[in-house]
């Protein structure tokens, strides 16, 4: 110890500390005792700690008053509700995996303490030298953006070109390989490009809102051409094909939701509106000041439905049930763009100010928190509205009148829409009117397709306006308008992905020329639990009149992959799927047309995923599968080739042993005796000597 200048540091020697820390006290004692002597040192000085003073008790008092407040406006803590440990000011939840961290940091910081005096102050450790800080995962530490290495597509490109010369290679040699059966039947890429992206995931429909305005678009040509004789389905498709390419249909301005309710034209008649009501919430996406609690977003939510309502008797709300073993996980995860969801708390007093309707929407199981609660409380802001109200969620119905529902097990809005729209149907007169207000295609489709059981007065509250469902059901007809789910589903939806390079108006034109036998083989889609290789086969025919080129005739998918391959040079993802990615491709789109085709009643059977398409990943996630079968002849793969140093003419030769005859991509020198060349020598000479025997015999 230097006294002049302060310490400079600490001794690693026990013994001199141990010496240090008792004198000191005696070396202050007397000190002091020598200046009271001399009069010098504490005469008249303030002796108290100068954070002990009466002001500064009184500022420390106020501030703890302050924070008190401060919790108090967040709620009480100590009476919060539920098991799950979550932010007092944020109500975030903790994510699982960083719980123990936190509910263990006394444990984690007496730990730290003893390492530190262990290894600084009785080790061996300088006390200077610097210590790593201990990351706590805390309330926002997840929401980092993470990111997904993909395949390069050149990547794919030297695989297929890979397999394509080995294929050439072997075709050329005296090995056996036919090589219209191996490019009409293998996809020579690690994904089916038909159906699939370079990194296995399926091909989103971006295209999907087009069918709206093609069906419009058919409705509006078949009006008016109706008094015409029969037999104009070719031009009708022509003319769709012709529109493919408008966003919208001509003459529709943008609607926003606020202005559908009112648009409709009163007839007298008993209305009935029935609202998705995530599409009402996701246009709360800027909510005003007045919106500061859980509380008062539901009271906004209300006032919106009631304003957009407000000309019907009868309003039904229904939500999305956010299941966690979802199909859609793979879609929702695409739409939070890599970042890590925070789960919130759902109560009235969650205070919701300064956190974005993104962010809070975020979670799924926030979502399917703040759904139950969105609609328990429609139903009980409604109790006195002379109009009736029902809202669904998680599988619960309930309103504001004596009906009473049985429990659903429907995952998807849109189905449930239908069923309640059925319900409805059933309970009010035949001259009643339905509206659905949901911009969404597939509630258009499931509607058009159950038009036969549900009231006639029906429309479609979409954003490019009102759309009328009996001239589009009347435009394809009741076969047509039946098998329209899974055709939705089979050439492109959410879970099912699509074709490459194939749109829905291209897939329209083809739908409407259809033969019968297509037509039943859809509808089976969506009606039976099994997929038949009857089925199986006249899919895969309905598949093979989109990808033919004009003039062309071929209804098998092998022979027309042969001649797209070899007459127009088509690339993989310009080649329908083979059969055994269109199987699996089939099958999942079976799930999804099997879901929309129980959509009139509540309780659904659901098919096994792992039976139809899917399979369970490392993570125990479902992943699509992708074919049946190998990416290549199994000859090709894996090709037996030498590296011999020698001749090739033992058997210890790797071709030589398995009577297989050397190629251009063995190693082996140039004096090789088991080549094209030398075999072709070789039977010359055996074909002359047997020559030679028979004309002496």
């Not at 009149?545 to 088509?570: D, S």
């Amino acid at each position: 110890m230097k006294v002049h200048s302060g310490l400079i540091g600490i001794s690693n020697n026990a013994n001199a500390r141990q010496r240090f820390f008792m004198a000191t006290p005696e070396l202050s004692c007397l000190s002091r005792e020598f200046k009271s002597q001399f009069g010098i040192g504490t005469a008249g000085k303030n002796t108290e700690h100068p954070g002990l003073g009466s002001c500064d008790i009184r500022r420390d008092h106020e501030a703890i008053d302050k924070i008190k407040a401060a919790i108090l406006s967040h709620g009480n803590p100590v009476t919060a509700e539920g098991d799950k440990l979550h932010n007092m000011i944020t109500h975030a939840y903790v994510p699982q995996e960083y719980v123990p961290q936190i509910l263990n940091i006394n444990d984690t910081r007496q730990k730290l303490y003893e390492d530190y005096v262990s290894e600084r102050i009785n080790g061996e450790i300088s006390l200077w030298a610097p210590v790593k800080k201990e990351n706590n995962k805390m309330f926002m530490s997840g929401n980092k953006k993470s990111t997904v290495k993909i395949r390069d597509k050149t990547v794919d490109l030297k695989e297929t070109k890979d397999l394509y010369g080995r294929l050439l290679i072997l075709a050329r040699s005296n090995r056996h390989i036919d090589q219209k059966h191996a490019v009409g039947n293998y996809e020579f890429t690690q994904t089916p490009r038909a159906l699939f992206a370079p990194n296995g995931d399926i091909l989103p429909c971006t295209d999907k809102s087009k069918l709206i305005h093609l069906l419009e678009k058919l409705a509006k040509e078949v009006t008016a051409d109706q008094d015409q004789p029969q037999g104009g389905g070719e031009k009708m498709a022509k003319e769709v094909t012709a529109d493919q390419d408008q966003p919208q249909a001509a003459g529709k301005a943008p609607m926003d939701i606020e202005t559908l309710g009112s648009s409709q034209d009163g007839h007298g008649s008993h209305k009935i509106a029935l609202v998705d009501g995530m599409v009402v919430v996701q246009k709360l996406t800027k909510k005003p000041a007045t919106v500061v609690t859980v509380k008062d977003l539901s009271e906004w939510f209300y006032g919106r439905l009631m304003s957009l309502t407000r000309d019907y008797d009868e309003v039904v709300l229904v939500f999305d049930t956010y299941k966690p073993d979802s199909l859609k996980r793979i879609t929702r995860e695409k739409r939070r763009q890599g970042k890590d969801p925070i789960q919130y708390q759902i109560r009235d007093d969650t205070n919701i100010k300064n956190i974005p309707m993104s962010h809070l929407l975020s979670h799924n199981q926030t979502k399917a928190d703040l759904t139950e609660y969105l609609a328990s409380k429609t139903v009980e802001y409604s109790k006195d509205s002379p109009k009736l109200v029902i809202a669904s969620a998680a599988g619960h119905t309930e309103s504001n009148s004596q009906l009473h529902f049985e429990g659903n097990n429907h995952e998807e809005a849109d189905t449930l829409l239908i069923h309640h729209a059925v319900l409805a149907s059933r309970r009010n007169p035949s001259d009643a009117q339905l509206v659905f207000f949901s911009p969404d295609t597939d509630v258009l489709v499931l509607v058009v397709a159950n038009y036969e059981i549900l009231l006639k007065n029906m429309c479609v509250s979409m954003v490019s306006g009102i759309l009328e469902v009996k001239p589009i059901w009347k435009a394809l007809g009741a076969d047509r308008a039946k098998a329209l789910p899974a055709f939705h589903a089979f050439t492109g939806a959410d879970n099912t992905g699509r074709f490459s390079r194939i749109g829905k108006a291209t897939w329209l034109n083809i739908y409407l020329k259809a033969d019968d036998c297509v037509l039943k083989a859809l509808q089976m889609l969506s009606q039976t639990n099994q997929v038949t290789e009857d089925l199986l086969s006249t899919l895969a025919r309905f598949v093979c009149t989109v990808y033919l080129p004009k003039g062309i005739q071929i209804n098998n998918i092998p022979e027309l992959r042969w001649h797209l391959f070899c007459k127009h040079m088509a690339e993989s993802d310009k080649l329908p799927p083979t059969l055994g990615a269109l199987k699996q491709h089939v099958l999942r789109a079976h799930i999804q047309a099997r879901v929309w085709g129980q959509a009139d009643i509540a309780q659904q059977e659901f098919l096994d995923p792992l039976q139809n398409g899917y399979y369970k990943d490392k993570d125990g996630q479902l992943k699509p599968v992708t074919t049946e079968f190998l990416p290549a002849p199994e000859a090709i793969i894996e090709m037996v080739r030498c590296q011999c140093k020698v001749d090739c003419s033992s058997h210890r030769c790797s071709c030589n042993s398995v009577e297989l005859p050397c190629t251009e991509l063995c190693q082996c020198s140039a004096d090789c005796q088991n080549d094209e060349d030398s075999q072709d020598i070789t039977l010359a000479s055996d074909s002359d000597g047997d020559s030679e025997d028979n004309g002496d015999v």
